[in-house]
C-alpha cells in the first residue's frame, strides 16, 4: 500500500507560478513510477508528468515548456511547478504512483489538490 498526500495549489493569478508536493508513505520503496495527473472540469484525467526510479521523466503534451517535475527521494517527495499560469491550467492535480511487485501492478492515487486560475 501506498499513501500519497498533495498539498499546494489554491487560486492563483494567470502568470504566476505555484509547486505542487506529494509525499508518499507506505510501500514507497516500490514505486515504478511517481507523479502528476490532471482532471480539468469536464474533461477526462490527462498524465502531466512521471518520474522513473533512473530519474527519466516523461510529460503529456499539455504540459511541455512551463511543467518540471522533481522529486526528493530522501523525503519521499514529488514536487510540480508549473510556470506562467494560464486559465486552462484550472484542474484538480492528482498525485500518482505505481508499484510493480512480480507481475502485480498497482495505481495510487492521492485526494487530489485544486488549482484555479483566474486570468
Known amino acids: 500500500q501506498v499513501q500519497l498526500v498533495e498539498s499546494g495549489g489554491g487560486f492563483l493569478q494567470a502568470g504566476e507560478s505555484v509547486r505542487l508536493s506529494c509525499v508518499a508513505s507506505g510501500s514507497a520503496f516500490r514505486l515504478n513510477a511517481i507523479g502528476w495527473h490532471r482532471q480539468a472540469p469536464g474533461k477526462q484525467r490527462e498524465m502531466v508528468a512521471r518520474?522513473?526510479?533512473?530519474?527519466?521523466?516523461t510529460y503529456g503534451k499539455s504540459a511541455l515548456g512551463r511543467f518540471i517535475v522533481s522529486r526528493d527521494t530522501a523525503k519521499n517527495t514529488v514536487y510540480l511547478q508549473i510556470h506562467d499560469l494560464k486559465p486552462e491550467d484550472t484542474a484538480v492535480y492528482y498525485c500518482?504512483?505505481?508499484?510493480?511487485?512480480?507481475?502485480?501492478?498497482?495505481?495510487?492515487w492521492g485526494q487530489g489538490a485544486p488549482v484555479t486560475v483566474s486570468s
Open positions: 518520474i522513473f526510479p533512473d530519474g527519466t521523466k
Open positions: 500518482y504512483a505505481q508499484t510493480v511487485v512480480g507481475s502485480v501492478v498497482n495505481d495510487y
